[in-house]
């Protein structure tokens, strides 16, 4: 009898796999989804390693396999495995991560009532326990959820506990329903051969709808919604009696480009930089599929924006394919996606699939298993397209690799794609291609090191002479503007340059990194500012629906008449966001065409692609947003862009502040002049002096490098050193404090037992946002060349939340 070493999803799984045996009858591989008993309960697991040795006396069996065919790959499990170790994750989050859509089924823990509850005496029953007997006997079989809705969480297991002592109710176990299925539609067929001459005799007795529908058959398979709505649903009937057809339940693929066309786009010439750029790429390519000893080749191209980085990335997808190949390319925002499939799929008919959260569970079901079965030579998706199934992988590219939302930092595994992307790299011998015009510092200090290899596009492409200059930039002093009087949000050089540039058709970009139409409300009078009940943060005011929201719990609550502190009508809105830049464009352009791009208005499905397109048709003339619209769009009737506060994010409280607004000003700054016309930028700043306004203004990543690498090396902040990040939330602020000094205590402990001299703790101390959705936050930060040794040596508490190296602390 052999063994398995099978990872469980179940709370009490953590980092390890438990041991089953296999039984005779199933064929069991490394891989493969199973069933198996976790103490009362049927969950499921993944088989990571076999052994013909049971490494305990007792053992139980697994119950079956939950789907014949191997879902993970032997890369994919070592990647699971590493992910857990690396982020200190569970081993079956890790590895699910990686399996179909749809796939994790979450065990539902009901309520019933027993036998003995009929004869039980009211009296003896406290008010709680006869309130949830009721609930029983009117609804009979009860989730856990159900009954803390009615109880409240913590009364609820209290009660239910009590009331299982005296035998009155019982818990049961049931898996959560599928989520998921292939999407099966019946298909009318023919049953018989000469159809040609059943339509006529069929015509010659007075059927013509029969008839019919026997022609529309004789040219293929219809669907038999379609043949009854072009036919009759009694004809269908008939010639099913008739024996002339027969219905067949075909497998419909749910097709996420399926409203798309794309026109093959052949390769333009390369530039000299991006030939010598491609040409190593291309080499590395041949190298690794002759000598599969080599375990991956990492790339770091740093192209200024528009210098036709995604061409590299076309032409080493091509290469791939002709070498047996396929690859994955990733975006940071599903914004992005557009128009990335549009480049790809021009040049790879066909041959592109996508993976993302805005597509149905139903669509991504299905592209996962045509990506697995070697449908596609590419996937295109955000951070998660990483774990796609993709087979005989050779190249994984990376765009806009600086990029924070590469990191998953909501739910377990806490994983940044960039970093698993080179591991995976490492275990299928492929190419990593990494691309920015503002790379991650530690990324280019790994370059400089040597890690990675570095290559260089330092200028725009030029389509005719003249052109390919990047745009030029003024910052404006918004100190300056006040002490002329100018109380507008836009200084008089912006409101110039866009009165030039729509007086001629051009279109602009206004960028600001701040959604709602104002930052907070605030009384006049008392100085009292509406915040959220539940988070301790001011609430925004949106003009769309009159209402105050809460960008952090999405608590929506209406605009009060008066202050709820002393009742005065002075109500003031502060700040400024996207909405608010709208009203006052419209205002001082009446005559513009106003497009706005951000969360508040892409919750549908299609909503990027659809403003993008309205854009790029120049239904609009200016187009308002925040950080999506800064990442990788090519838009080029775009001359100007305009930063309305350079300063939002520059001074938060975390060391990555200047990078972040470095990055994010030249990124937005390479929307403009993309096209035959010369581009401009304003920035307008009230912190003009700043090095990273003053290098993001010259277009000029190696100045910036230069400065922010002292001061990382001075704090010993990352590429110098690793962070780990533990978070704490409770109801309480007091208990939240104590068991964040208990953990401190603990790690700290532990650290020096050990003689760990190079980790160092920092904190605990409240989170910048203290409270969110009602509960307080503290945390602790770890950092050293490797936080994770003093992580996994200690057990981690309920309650706390470990991201390995955050992207960032607030």
């Given amino acids: 009898m052999g063994y398995a070493e099978v990872a469980v999803n179940s709370p009490g799984g953590e980092r390890r796999t438990f041991s089953y045996a296999i039984p005779p009858h199933i064929p069991l591989k490394v891989g493969h989804a199973v069933w198996v008993p976790f103490g009362p309960r049927l969950v499921q697991g993944i088989v990571l390693g076999l052994s013909d040795y049971a490494p305990v006396e007792e053992i139980r069996e697994i119950a079956g396999l939950i789907d014949p065919r191997l879902l993970l790959s032997p890369a994919r499990v070592e990647l699971a495995r590493w992910i857990s170790e690396h982020y200190l994750s569970p081993l079956f989050a890790a590895a699910v991560t990686m399996m179909p859509p749809g796939f994790e089924r979450k065990v539902i823990t009901f309520i019933q009532l027993s036998p003995g509850a009929a004869e039980v005496a009211e ?23 159900g009954v803390e809705k009615a109880l409240g969480r913590k009364g609820a297991r209290v009660v239910i506990g009590q009331l299982v002592r005296r035998n009155l109710v019982a818990k049961s176990h049931e898996l959560e329903r599928v989520k998921v299925r292939p999407k099966m539609v019946p298909y009318l067929h023919l049953a ?60 419909l693929y749910r097709d996420p480009l399926a409203h798309r066309t ?13 030939e010598a750029a491609w040409r190593q790429i291309r080499d590395a390519q041949r190298e690794l599929a002759k000598d599969n000893r080599q375990k991956s080749r990492l790339f770091l191209l740093h192209g200024v924006t528009g210098s036709g980085k995604t061409e590299i990335y076309l032409r080493a997808l091509g290469e791939a394919i002709s070498l047996g190949r396929r690859g994955i390319v990733l975006v940071p925002e599903i914004a992005l996606t557009p128009q990335t499939i549009h480049r790809f ?15 149905s569970v139903g669509e991504q079901f299905d592209e996962w298993w045509r990506i697995r079965e070697g449908a596609f030579d590419v996937v295109i998706g955000s951070r998660g ?32 794609a960039r970093e698993v992307a080179i591991k995976l790299a490492e275990l299928t011998g492929s190419v990593v291609i990494l691309g920015s015009a503002t790379p991650d510092i530690s990324s280019y200090y790994r370059s400089r090191r040597g890690d990675y290899e570095l290559l260089e596009l330092p200028q725009r492409i030029a389509l005719r002479e003249g052109e390919g200059l990047l745009p030029k930039v003024e910052v404006v002093d918004l100190r300056e503007e006040l002490k002329a009087g100018n109380r507008s949000i836009f200084s008089r050089s912006l409101s110039t340059a866009m009165e030039d540039a729509l007086g001629v058709g051009e279109q602009v970009i206004l960028f600001l990194n701040r959604r709602g139409a104002a930052t907070f409300v605030q009384c006049r009078h008392c100085g009292y500012v509406l915040r959220c009940k ?17 960008h952090q719990c999405n608590l929506r609550v209406p605009l009060p008449d008066f202050c709820p502190r002393c009742g005065s009508s002075r109500i003031r ?33 299609y909503s990027h692609e659809q403003i993008l397109a309205r854009f790029l048709a120049h239904e609009a003339d200016v187009l308002i947003g925040t950080q999506m619209i800064a990442k990788g769009l090519d838009m080029p009737l775009v001359t100007l862009v305009g930063v309305i506060n350079a300063d939002i994010s520059l001074h938060l409280p975390d060391f990555r502040a200047a990078e972040r607004t470095f990055q994010v000003l030249c990124q937005v700054a390479g929307r403009a002049g993309r096209g035959p016309m010369a581009g401009r930028v304003i920035i307008q700043s009230y912190n003009p002096e700043h090095y990273a306004i003053v290098a993001a203004a010259r277009h000029d990543y190696h100045s910036f490098y230069d400065q922010e690498l002292p001061l990382r090396r001075q704090f010993q902040h990352p590429p110098f050193s690793r962070l780990a990040r533990l978070l704490y939330a ?24 050990w003689g760990m001299a190079d980790i160092s703790l920092i904190g605990p101390a409240p989170v910048f946002i203290p409270r969110v959705r009602g509960r307080f936050r503290w945390q602790i930060i770890i950092r050293g060349d490797d936080p994770v040794r003093l992580l996994a040596r200690i057990p981690i508490p309920q309650g706390w939340v470990v991201d390995i190296d955050p992207v960032s602390l607030l």
């Fill in 262 to 274: 794309f026109i093959p786009q052949a390769a333009p010439p390369l530039t000299a930089a991006q």
């Fill in 345 to 359: 799929a021009s040049r790879f008919p066909q041959r592109v699939a996508v993976l993302h959260s805005k597509l």
């Fill in 123 to 145: 009296s003896s029953l406290t008010p709680p326990q006869r309130a949830l007997l009721t609930l029983l006997k009117r609804k009979g079989k009860v989730a856990m959820a």
């Fill in 385 to 416: 397209a990483i774990f796609a199934p993709q087979p005989e992988l050779g190249l994984v590219v990376i765009d806009e690799e600086h990029e924070w939302t590469y990191k998953q930092q909501e739910q377990q595994p806490r994983y940044h």
């Fill in 534 to 550: 539940r988070c301790d943060v001011p609430l925004t005011y949106h003009s769309s629906g009159e209402n105050l929201v809460c």
């Fill in 730 to 753: 409770n109801p309480s602020n007091a208990q939240c404090q104590r068991e964040a000094e208990r953990m401190h205590q603990l790690l700290k402990g532990e650290r020096d037992s």
């Fill in 192 to 251: 018989v051969a000469g159809a040609a001459e059943m339509a006529s005799l069929l015509k010659a007795r007075r059927a013509p709808r029969q008839a019919q529908l026997l022609e529309l058959l004789s040219s293929g398979p219809l669907s038999l919604s379609e043949a009854k709505k072009r036919t009759s649903e009694a004809a269908v009937a008939a010639l099913k009696r008739k024996g002339l057809v027969r219905v067949e339940q075909v497998r």
């Fill in 573 to 605: 809105f502060l700040g400024i966001g996207t909405q608010k830049v709208e009203e006052m464009a419209s205002h001082s352009f009446p005559e513009a065409s106003l497009l706005r791009w951000d969360r508040d208005v892409t919750r549908g499905k």
